[in-house]
Structure formats: structure tokens, C-alpha cells
């Protein structure tokens, strides 16, 4: 047995590689002069541990890097568009259903069948990122990746076909199932894109290329109101004469979302794992080889070690220069046997061999529980879970519940008065400012600095800000909107720069780094399925009060809500490492994951 497949990994050297490289080539160099043959197995993890130094150490920009941050972008920009859609679709839902009702229910879906289609993707994500997040590490990242996004595209085209059965179940909830298996392959984005970008970057700009990607959602968020505009544009006085013309217009609105996905398919079906996972799954593999098979192995080399140490005596006897080498190499060669039976519990000689301490014994891949069960790394994953979770309760909180905004800044017109058409073209307009004022800007200033600030400050600084923020909306929403519109807007939109720049952007990133690359996939899905809870949470339970008291009477008590999540999430950062300037393996420890 080898000592690549022996030696503990436990040292990182000062130029932030880890020290068993060297260790390995002293010893296929020691091994080769000795006349010992060098496992091809062996010879090709040592080659991939060589180009993986050589990735954490260039910043090159190549023709695969280009592809991978394409389709990578597009996959959250797509995942964007899909899930925001439905703030308009829900506004067109309301006037082909409910335009023959009266009062404050004409035009309108009602709360609980607003609420199901809203809360749709996000249950499906919940589910994709824990499921296609494990599947990442046991089958592939870029196999389950292909897959998530297949699901998606199919699922996109029949929610866009939605309707009410002649006996039974009506279009919102067929539209709430479609939406569920959505979210479901939206779901795999993350984990996947998370560890494709990480896995695949140089420590130079891991954190940069990741947030960019990422950052695509804030144009994915602009683009659905800007195709609900010209589509609402292009049917205007069919729309304007008999309303139920918007039946075509969301339907179509949602359709046109799996463009963006057919576009990138072929190439998301020809991506390749990146080494550094194929490295590490052919060493957990190596070092939980079958036991029968390594004791096969052992035993043939002890009996070669015997032979060869015969023959180096008999040559050192003789006094040759050449026995002496042979006499060396046979001693290595007997030793490392040795000391892998000694690991393995097997005898030499009949005598039970004691098995050395310290790098030399077998080293087994702990299991995903025996990791996390070490509170040292569990509170990491307690920290981007908790974290995530506190600023997806206010994030689509907001998002999906943006015509709230837009009608408290008086920009969403007269549902009862204004012709269907203007209402809506009304309302995405008021979408596509408040994006680009503060959410856009927000994640591309992540991108920019993220790098030179570090992600753990970015978040911390993040949650502060935010908390404060919330805490004057909440406390004077009224006295604010009754004595200055603009400085509301100005808060909001500040706020929603710090939601961008900040935990909204980190809270993605940060799991895609610090976590092992065997277990990456699935503690990055936790993490992220902890966020979409919190989405459900906000979206199914607080907002649910948002009427108490009066219509939207109690907006200003949920934002003071989501100023305690701020908080909740500034303090539980602070159970997560920095991984600026870090290798994948440094930041991780390499040697935590063996035992």
C-alpha cells in the first residue's frame, strides 16, 4: 500500500500546499531508485494533486472557465426570473379569475391562493437542495446539475399550461404543484453552482467568480417585469377591450422562462467534475478501500520485502556499491509493508505488529455524521444555516410581496379605475426601480470588494446595517410615508443595497468554501434549505399578518421583525471562519476529515 493512501494529511506548508505532495514524490523517488514499481493509481492522484496546486495558484482566464461561469450565471439569472415572475403573474391571476367579484375582492386573488403560488418554488427548493445537494457529492456534481436543470425547463413549460380541472382541484393549485417540481430542480442551483464555482476557481478570485454568479439573480429579478411589460405591451387593447387576454399574457410570461435554461442545456450536459472533486473522491475511496483486498496486497508485499531483503544482504556481503542501493530500497519497501500491516492489524513473522503513531497509520474518511458531530464543525454549519435562514425571512419577504412597496411610495396606481393594462405596466415599472436602485448595485459592489473585504466582515457589516435600517422603518413607517415619500424610498432602497452587499450575496458564497469537498455539496444544500425555510416562514406565516388592524396595518410591525432576524444572523456569523486568501484545503483542514 502506498503512503498517498497511508500518510496522514495533516500540514499545510507555508506556500498554503499541503505537505504530503512533497512526501509523495520523495517517496516515488525513493521508491524508483529501489527498483520498487509505483502504483499507476497512485502515480495519476499524485499528477491531479499537482494540477489542483497549480488551479489555487493561477488566475488564468481560459475558454472552460468562460463556459462554466456561463452557464452558471445563466442558471441563477433563469432561477431568478422564475421565481420572481410571480409577483406579476399573481396581479394578471387576479384579473382573469376574479374580475367579475366585487368590492376589495374584485381583481385580486385572495390572500390564501396568493400565498400558495408564492410559496410554491420555494418549497420545491427546499426539498431540490437538500436532495440534488447530497446527490452532488455521492453521484457527480455536474451529472445531478444536468438533471436539476431538465427538471426545470419541463416543469417551467407546464406551469405555464396551468388550468382549473371540469371536477376538482382550480388553476392555483395545479399552478402550486408545477411550481413545487420547479423549485424542486431550482433547488439543485445552488449546492451545485456553489461547489462547480469553488471547486474550479484559483484562491485569488474564488470568492469574486462565485458572488458574480451569483449576482445574475439581481438581472433575472429586473428581466421579469421587463418581458411582463412587453408582453402586456403587445396585447394592450386586446387586454384594455376584454381582460381575459391576460390568460395569454401570463402564461406566457412564465413560458419564456425556460429560454434561458434550453439555451445552456448542451453545455450543462458536457461539463466535467472539476479535479479537485475527482482528486477527492478517489482518496476517500482509496482510504476506504475493502479490507480484503488491501490485506491481499499487504501480504504480497511483505513477501516481496523478504526476498528483497535477502538479496540486498547477499549484495551488501559483497561489498558492491549497487547492493548497498538495493539494500536501501528494499528497506523502504519493507517498512512501508510493514507499517501497513501494522495499521491494518496484520502480523509479521507471526508477531503482531504495533501500528506507529502518528502519520503512519490508516487513515478512514470520517462519515458525514462523525464530522459534523465535533462541535468545532458543526457550529460552522449551525452559523451559515441560521444565518441564511434569518436573511431569506426578510429577503423574500420583501421580494415576493414587492407590490406592497410599490403601493405604499404611491406608484402602483388605481386597481379599480386604471385600465388592466396600465395598472400592470404600472406595477413593473415600480419592480424594475426598485431593483435597480439598490438590489443590483448591491451585489455587484459584493463582487468588487468581496475579495478585499473578506466574506465574514461583508456579512457582519451587512446584518448591521440592516438591523438598524429595519429597526427606523419599522418603528416610523407611518410618521415616514406621511411626511416625506422620498425618504422612504431612500431607506428602502439603502436597505436594499446591504441586503445585496452583504448577507444576501455571503450567505451563498461562505458555504461553497468552508466545508469539505466530500460533504460540500450537501452542507452547502443544508444551508441553503435552511434559507428557503425561511422564506416559507416569512411568506406563509408573517405575512399572513400583514392585514391585522387594516389593510397592510401591519407592515410596520413585520419590519421590526425582521430587524430581530438581523440581529439573530450578526451574532451566529461569527461561528464562521474567514476563507479570504484561503485554499479550499486550509480553510477545511484537511486532516479533520480522517480518522
Not at 35 to 42: N, T
Not at 62 to 85: H, P, Q, R, S
Not at 357 to 379: D, N, V
Request: aromatic share 12%; net charge neutral.
Amino acid at each position: 500500500m502506498s503512503n498517498y493512501q497511508s500518510n496522514e494529511i495533516s500540514d499545510i506548508s507555508e506556500a498554503g500546499k499541503p505537505r504530503y505532495v512533497d512526501d509523495e514524490a520523495k517517496h516515488y523517488a525513493g521508491a524508483s531508485a529501489g527498483g520498487v514499481e509505483i502504483d499507476e493509481r497512485d502515480r495519476d492522484l499524485l499528477r491531479r494533486q499537482q494540477e489542483l496546486e497549480q488551479l489555487d495558484n493561477t488566475s488564468e482566464v481560459n475558454w472552460e472557465m468562460i463556459k462554466k461561469l456561463t452557464v452558471c450565471g445563466v442558471a441563477f439569472f433563469n432561477d431568478a426570473y422564475d421565481m420572481f415572475a410571480i409577483n406579476i403573474v399573481s396581479m394578471m391571476l387576479g384579473f382573469v379569475y376574479y374580475n367579475d367579484a366585487t368590492g376589495s375582492a374584485k381583481n385580486t386573488v385572495p390572500k390564501e391562493w396568493d400565498t400558495l403560488i408564492k410559496i410554491a418554488v420555494q418549497v420545491g427548493c427546499l426539498m431540490g437542495q437538500l436532495l440534488l445537494g447530497r446527490l452532488g457529492d455521492k453521484v457527480g456534481r455536474t451529472t445531478v446539475y444536468a438533471a436539476s436543470l431538465m427538471i426545470a425547463i419541463f416543469t417551467t413549460i407546464a406551469s405555464a399550461f396551468s388550468n382549473s380541472m371540469v371536477k376538482g382541484i382550480n388553476v392555483f393549485v395545479v399552478l402550486f404543484i408545477w411550481r413545487v417540481l420547479l423549485g424542486f430542480g431550482i433547488g439543485g442551483d445552488y449546492p451545485l453552482t456553489a461547489t462547480i464555482v469553488s471547486e474550479y476557481a484559483s484562491v485569488h478570485n474564488r470568492g469574486k467568480l462565485m458572488s458574480a454568479v451569483f449576482s445574475f439573480q439581481g438581472f433575472g429579478n429586473v428581466a421579469a417585469p421587463i418581458v411582463g411589460i412587453i408582453v402586456t405591451a403587445c396585447f394592450k387593447n386586446s387586454i384594455d377591450s376584454d381582460v381575459l387576454y391576460l390568460d395569454y399574457v401570463w402564461r406566457i410570461l412564465i413560458g419564456i422562462g425556460c429560454i434561458p435554461g434550453l439555451c445552456t442545456l448542451y453545455w450543462r450536459l458536457t461539463m466535467e467534475d472539476s479535479k479537485r472533486f475527482q482528486l477527492e473522491t478517489a482518496k476517500a475511496a482509496a482510504a476506504n478501500a475493502d479490507e480484503t483486498m488491501l490485506r491481499e496486497k499487504l501480504i504480497a508485499k511483505k513477501q516481496f520485502a523478504a526476498g528483497a531483503n535477502i538479496e540486498a544482504n547477499a549484495g551488501a556481503a559483497g561489498g558492491s556499491s549497487s547492493g548497498r542501493n538495493s539494500y536501501l530500497g528494499a528497506e523502504n519497501t519493507a517498512f512501508t509493508a510493514t507499517q501497513s500491516m501494522a495499521a491494518m492489524g496484520e502480523k509479521s513473522d507471526g508477531v503482531p505488529v504495533e501500528a506507529p503513531s502518528g502519520e503512519y497509520r490508516m487513515r478512514r474518511a470520517k462519515t458525514f455524521r462523525q464530522y459534523f458531530s465535533e462541535w468545532k464543525h458543526l457550529k460552522v454549519l449551525l452559523g451559515t444555516s441560521i444565518a441564511w435562514f434569518a436573511v431569506d425571512v426578510a429577503f423574500y419577504g420583501i421580494n415576493l410581496n414587492s407590490s406592497i412597496v410599490i403601493s405604499a411610495i404611491g406608484f402602483a396606481g388605481n386597481i379599480d379605475s386604471d385600465k388592466p393594462s396600465k395598472y400592470i405596466i404600472r406595477n413593473c415599472l415600480g419592480n424594475i426601480i426598485i431593483n435597480l436602485l439598490g438590489s443590483v448595485p448591491g451585489y455587484w459592489i459584493s463582487v468588487f470588494t468581496i475579495e478585499k473585504i473578506g466574506r465574514k466582515r461583508i456579512q457582519l457589516m451587512g446584518f448591521v446595517a440592516l438591523t438598524i435600517l429595519y429597526v427606523i422603518l419599522g418603528f416610523a413607517y407611518n410618521k415616514i410615508l406621511d411626511k416625506s415619500t422620498g425618504a422612504f424610498i431612500f431607506l428602502f432602497t439603502v436597505a436594499q443595497l446591504f441586503q445585496n452587499f452583504g448577507p444576501n450575496v455571503t450567505t451563498f458564497v461562505i458555504p461553497g468554501e468552508v466545508f469539505p469537498t466530500r460533504f460540500r455539496a450537501t452542507a452547502h444544500g443544508i444551508s441553503a434549505a435552511a434559507g428557503k425555510l425561511g422564506a416559507v416562514v416569512s411568506q406563509g406565516g408573517f405575512f399572513q399578518l400583514k392585514d391585522r388592524g387594516g389593510k397592510n396595518a401591519f407592515i410596520d410591525h413585520l419590519l421590526e421583525i425582521f430587524a430581530l432576524f438581523m440581529l439573530i444572523g450578526f451574532f451566529v456569523t461569527f461561528w464562521i471562519p474567514e476563507s479570504k486568501g484561503k485554499t479550499l484545503e486550509e480553510i477545511c483542514d484537511e486532516s479533520e476529515e480522517y480518522y
